[in-house]
């Protein structure tokens, strides 16, 4: 998933070093990649975003001509929902942004562990909304729903096999960048060379799974403990709902 990001402060030294951390951290999340912008007024944003759909805007509070507030008020007139993150060095103005539904606060000097956090959650929380897996076959592009997904296998270690109840798709990837890209999505890397979709499963043991339409997948004793913890987080999310 590639992610459009926009950091939005007056201060071109504290926005590069922001820039700089979110690169770090972006590069150390798998499936992830990020595009950023920096701008200096909240009018070059504004103006940016008429032609751009940013995933996540990291906002200043005070800068010349309008305020993060004022540019948040602006920006929600036109999107919904964008991930604002602002960082500041005031709390004088939360209350009234609770009007523009921030994602989170980050105050200056920024923390690279607080950073890490909020940043993980907007990216977890951008991969939920998109719901669609994308891929080319023979030129050929698809866009498949990721609930229509049962499993995901490998053939010879380089295609790709996603499997849904009425048919199969095949292109060249890696599973490790699948398994990166979906597991917000309730699958989880049973084995090697399989990734299953957890609201396609009747039962699971410690060496098998069986699909609902009788389709039985192998569980690696590597990944046993750990596929068993996920299903039951899975089977206790459901429960909650």
Request: net charge negative; charged share 25%; proline share 2%.
């Amino acid at each position: 998933m590639n992610l459009h990001i926009a950091i939005c402060d007056d201060q071109r030294t504290e926005a590069s070093r922001l820039e700089e951390l979110l690169m770090k951290l972006l590069m150390n999340l798998q499936g992830i990649t990020g595009t950023i912008e920096i701008f200096e007024l909240g009018q070059s944003l504004l103006t940016a975003m008429s032609s751009t759909a940013y995933d996540i805007v990291y906002l200043d509070m005070e800068m010349p001509g309008y305020n993060g507030i004022e540019v948040a008020e602006k920006i929600r007139l036109e999107d919904a929902g964008v991930l604002i993150i602002y960082v500041t060095s005031h709390t004088s103005y939360m209350r009234r942004s609770f009007e523009v539904h921030p994602f989170r606060y980050l105050l200056k000097p920024i923390d690279e562990h607080e950073l890490q956090a909020a940043t993980v959650k907007a990216v977890q929380q951008c991969m939920q909304r998109s719901n669609v897996l994308s891929f080319s076959i023979h030129h050929i592009d698809y866009n498949l729903k990721v609930d229509d997904i049962m499993y995901i296998t490998v053939e010879r270690g380089k295609k790709l096999v996603l499997c849904t109840e009425n048919a199969t798709y095949s292109y060249y990837g890696k599973l490790g960048e699948l398994e990166g890209r979906l597991w917000p999505h309730d699958f989880c890397r049973v084995h090697t060379g399989y990734l299953v979709n957890w609201l396609y499963v009747r039962s699971l043991s410690k060496e098998l799974i069986q699909l609902k339409n009788g389709v039985e997948l192998p569980v690696s004793r590597s990944r046993s403990s750990d596929s068993l913890r996920s299903y039951h987080a899975f089977i206790e999310k459901r429960l909650l709902r």
